[in-house]
């Protein structure tokens, strides 16, 4: 079990030097995505989700392995097909013969870090179930249910350029997603570093854990104990029910959003060696976080508005609360 009620010397740079140890690790693999790196690493310690929306060869299966070994967890992939039944994901109870019963056999999901290439590629019913072990932590087959081990996080991928045999996430679905990223192409220099860095054997070959899974629980631990005060929180909501009346906007952000909101915030602010949340955290994680859970006015989007620009817009004219 998970909370905040241990203590640690001085837990808060503890956790800002594991999460740091972390970000620097995965780095040696994905050269200039520091941006994204953290963002992964501080869902991880959300207890949230990622959906990245890319290209292929960008760099998102590799991304998620190396932080999979950096934390010395367990790593499976699973590739999404229109043919993907439920129980793939899950796994299955089979027949031992020598036994005399039936043996359960765990499913790729049964790992701290888990890519799920290509989600819109399975059926909703495939989709579902993934979504579900997602949500609850845990997977329940023939009546019994088995807990996931923590920490456990799901990396979602999906191309948004090819559209052919795919079946687009609907909202409630993305809703479960605490973020939604894109890597994008690497920079100029960033490139050649990356063909330096992997001319003989891949960099990832080398990489060793920095720390181990239950230092993560411990992390996840600390997150949950930061403090977030009563004028961060109303201005969290303020965001929150920007969204839901802005003139462009059709559908706002949920109820749910706001708790994953608190919840990265909360995570942000430990990896800054603060034991409190600030605006600026929510500042900054509000468009992965947010945008995602939205939906624009038809009309609006044919005049060519975004919901990255909207929520720029918002953010920019929501005003901080002042302290009581």
């Known amino acids: 079990m998970v909370d905040g009620s241990e203590h640690y010397p001085d837990h808060t740079s503890w956790f800002t030097e594991r999460f740091i140890e972390i970000g620097t690790n995965i780095a040696r693999v994905i050269q200039g995505k520091s941006d994204v790196i953290d963002l992964m690493v501080t869902a991880m310690i959300a207890e949230g989700h990622i959906l990245i929306e890319d290209v292929p060869g960008v760099g998102k299966t590799q991304l998620a392995k190396s932080l999979a070994r950096s934390i010395d967890g367990t790593f499976h992939r699973i590739q999404f097909t229109p043919d993907l039944l439920p129980a793939d994901l899950t796994g299955v109870s089979i027949w ?56 456990f996080l799901v990396v979602a991928t999906q191309n948004p350029i090819e559209h052919e045999g795919t079946y687009p996430l609907p909202e409630a679905q993305l809703d479960r997603f605490l973020m939604r990223i894109t890597v994008g192409y690497p920079t ?20 060793e854990p920095v720390i181990g899974a239950a230092d993560v629980v411990k992390m996840i631990g600390i997150a949950r104990g930061i403090h977030v005060s009563v004028p961060v929180r109303e201005y969290l909501i303020d965001l929150i029910e920007a969204t839901r009346s802005h003139p462009e906007v059709l559908l706002g952000a949920s109820p749910r959003a706001s708790l994953a909101l608190q919840r990265a915030a909360r995570a942000r602010a430990a990896s800054r060696g603060r034991e409190f949340v600030q605006p600026d955290d929510l500042k900054d994680l509000a468009i992965p976080i947010l945008a995602h859970r ?5 009309e609006a989007v044919m005049r060519g508005a975004t919901v990255a620009a909207t929520l720029a817009d918002i953010i920019s004219s929501v005003p901080v609360r002042a302290a009581h």
């Open 96 to 151: 031992d013969r020598q036994r005399g019963k039936f043996v359960f056999r765990r499913g790729p999901i049964f790992a701290n870090v888990v890519v799920g290439d290509e989600i819109n590629r399975a059926s909703p019913k495939t989709q579902a179930a993934m979504l579900e072990a997602m949500a609850e932590k845990q997977v329940t087959v023939d009546g019994i249910t088995r807990e996931l081990p923590p920490p």
């Open 188 to 207: 100029r220099d960033s490139e050649l570093e990356m063909l330096d860095a992997h001319a003989v054997t891949s960099s990832f070959d080398d990489l």
């Open 294 to 298: 939205m939906a624009l006015r038809p």
